[in-house]
């Protein structure tokens, strides 16, 4: 028997916004068996971090990781991550560059970007190119086990967002 996680699925919370304003925001994939992630992040510290975050969590079967673009672009097609969970500053190129690549995987995972460059012009870009979250890394690192947990319990057939 598996000892209890540390983590644990947890109940979903609304996300701060830009300017003050709350955006609820329902990932509409599911997926009623354990998900994968692919974790995309330079920093071997907050990867490591992450990655055992995610590893710990009843909910994921597995999670991938990278440090680069490069990286990412080969593991994408081969992992079939339900959940994609990206920085924006990569040392080979940018998050958008991941969101892409994840935007044309079938099926299509959720994508999560997850940086410490919060801003609100990044915010929008991000959203408008195909990320369904963006997360400051500073104040919401804590909030992935909800997403996580949020992939399994509500409908749908595409990792797409619903305000």
Known sequence: MRPP???????????PCCAGAVQFVQLTAMHPSPIRVCLVEDSSLVRLRLAGMLRDLWDVEQVFEAGTVAEARELLPGAKPHLVVVDMRLPDGDGLEVVAAAKRL?????VVVLTNYAYDQLRSTCLEAGADLFLDKRTEFDRLPAIVAGLR???GSNGGATP
């Open 153 to 155: 319990r509500n409908g």
């Open 5 to 15: 996680r540390p983590y644990g699925p947890c109940p979903p919370a609304p996300i």
């Open 106 to 110: 079938t099926p299509r995972p959720a």
